[in-house]
């Protein structure tokens, strides 16, 4: 099992001792879109590299976080839970929600 906390901090170590960008979030933004979109492309074209592109989208995820100071692995527990009591309703097949819970 990962640690988030932990591996949120060894990602932001690798781009100061690579000389990745660690200030402009702008700039990560725009990265992480296009590692999705090349997740995206490798899905589309059944190619085998979708983990390893599903893996970069995280990594760059993870590196922002940090450059912002947020705790991401207790942002994704605190989003997970609202999820779990979010009720939803099926209308002309599409997932409404109902409810907050």
Do not use: H, P, W
Request: glycine share 6%.
């Amino acid at each position: 099992m990962i640690d988030l906390r932990e591996a949120q901090k060894r990602v932001y170590r690798n781009k100061i001792n690579q000389g990745f960008n660690t200030t402009d979030v702008y700039k990560d933004l725009c990265y992480i879109q296009g590692e999705l979109a090349e997740v995206f492309e490798a899905y589309a074209n059944s190619k085998d590299t979708v983990g390893e592109e599903l893996a970069d989208v995280a990594l760059y995820l993870l590196g922002l976080a940090e450059i912002l100071g947020i705790d991401l692995e207790d942002e994704i527990i605190k989003k997970m839970e609202k999820n779990e009591r979010r009720r939803y309703t099926k209308i002309d097949g599409v997932n409404v929600r109902i409810s907050e819970g």
